[in-house]
């Protein structure tokens, strides 16, 4: 068998020519030259923490079903003369608006968007049938295992804070109406503290010209959006959710994240890799590869604006709960115990740098980022930055993280499964308290 060769050394990261500028209307546009295809990106960010969670899902559901002057059909057809869509969607954080176009039919895109944004009607009709799908994706979450340990988790890692809860039930979605998503609209949807990032093969300043001529209409200022800070972690009995007959177990923990500004984000990033984080992590190599419980158990810090948390997640076999609950704290626990090993450290490095070079290497991938990164007043430069700090990271930093933040003491566990079958497993690990 031949040997692999040697990996290349980490190639530098590049970021391309940006512009950024604030509107009179008070939004932040930030253009990015990006010449790989002749297509161009676009983002927008506003925020919309706090917004009734019913309200806020169908809004973005349906604020491309129409304007005073352009029906659904009119918006989709705009578009498609200049090879574009645009779509909506909606967090605890913010609403986006992600899109793309030819680089010929910006001026079009940003056209239509304008329009939506200061004259979307919300027609009785388009929302009567877009409430009717999203009652019927609602319940249809409610009887996936991920969707319903997720609830759980949540509730349990936020308690009354308003992350704790992030999808509505269907009945508060039937009795949402058209008005109230107007009313909804005209509040919130507003430029003041939103965020327009445009990725294309264009030079920035022109794409900001003609976000400025578009949206010049678009006024408003911004509504108090701001979510409070995250709770800290309360650790405690591990929270049992049953569900009868089930022939598997989700399994998710949750540990202390840190935002992306704090300085020890980048040690803390490669710790969650060696742990769970990537294909050849340690979590992964146990319990698929060595035991066979799972099939992909992955590890992740999951970022919001009010705080950010490391999750956890695996779907084992129920006769295996319990074992497979006992190695990951063996897992997590040895990594807050003993430094890691230069190689298996330069390896999980050398996956987080090039997965940032990758995220970054098309248009739609640096628009996304950009937008992302501005929410949190962030700018592209944080990449170089970060990548910097994942190269610089050794051995010592990684272990400090993983002794602060990873500890199994520190984590909150919630178990989605047959209780009749699994809770003696679990209590027989830890202290184990129903849903």
Same mark, same amino acid.
């Given at each position: 068998m031949r040997e692999l060769p040697a990996l290349g050394p980490n190639r530098k990261l590049k970021l391309p020519k940006q512009a950024e500028q604030t509107l009179d209307n008070g939004l932040t546009v930030i253009a990015i030259r990006r010449s790989a295809v002749p297509l161009v990106e676009l983002r927008l960010r506003v925020p919309f923490g706090r917004a009734?969670?019913?309200r806020a899902m169908l809004l973005s559901q349906t604020l491309f079903s129409g304007t005073s002057t352009m029906s659904t059909t009119d918006i989709a057809a705009g578009l498609q003369t200049v090879g574009g869509a645009l779509d909506a969607g909606h967090d605890p954080d913010r609403l986006l608006i992600s899109g793309n176009a030819l680089v010929t039919g910006l001026d079009r895109m940003l056209e239509i968007l304008a329009g939506v944004l200061t004259d979307a009607t919300y027609p009785t009709d388009e929302v009567a049938t877009e409430r009717e799908v999203l009652v019927d994706h609602l319940q249809v979450a409610q009887q996936q295992p991920a969707h319903l340990v997720r609830v759980a988790l949540l509730k349990r890692m936020y308690g009354r804070h308003p992350y704790a809860v992030q999808t509505p039930e269907p009945g508060q979605v039937k009795g949402v109406r058209p008005g109230q998503l107007r009313a909804l609209h005209a509040d919130r949807v507003r430029p003041d503290g939103?965020?327009? *990032?445009i990725v294309g093969d264009l030079p920035p300043e022109r794409a900001i010209e003609a976000a400025a001529k578009a949206l010049d209409g678009w006024t408003g200022l911004a509504r108090d959006a701001v *979510? %409070? %800070? *995250?709770?800290?972690?309360e650790t405690g009995p591990l929270v049992l959710v049953d569900r009868p007959g089930s022939v598997q177990s989700s399994l998710r923990i949750a540990l202390p994240g840190l935002p992306r500004q704090h300085p020890d984000h980048a040690a803390l990033q490669l710790a969650n890799l060696v742990f769970g984080g990537y294909f050849s992590s340690r979590w992964t190599e146990n319990i698929r590869e060595d035991k066979g419980y799972t099939y992909g158990p992955h590890?992740?810090?999951?970022?919001?604006v009010a705080g950010s948390a490391l999750i956890a997640s695996a779907e084992v076999a129920t006769e295996v709960t319990g074992p497979a609950l006992l190695e990951?704290?063996?897992?997590?626990g040895r990594l807050a115990s003993l430094p890691v090993e230069a190689e298996e450290l330069e390896q999980a490095r050398r996956y987080a740098l090039g997965s940032l070079q990758l995220g970054i290497s098309t248009q739609a991938g640096l628009a996304t980022h950009a937008a992302e990164y501005a929410g949190y007043g962030l700018r592209l430069d944080y990449l170089a930055e970060h990548a910097a700090k994942l190269a610089a990271a050794t051995r010592e930093d990684v272990f400090t993280a993983a002794q602060q933040y990873l500890a199994p003491a520190r984590a909150v566990t919630v178990v989605l499964g047959d209780a009749a079958a699994v809770e003696g497993q679990l209590a027989a690990l830890t202290e184990v308290q129903r849903a």
């Open positions: 009734p969670l019913a939103a965020t327009l *990032v *979510v %409070p %800070p *995250v709770p800290p972690l590890s992740g810090i999951e970022h919001s990951t704290r063996y897992e997590l």
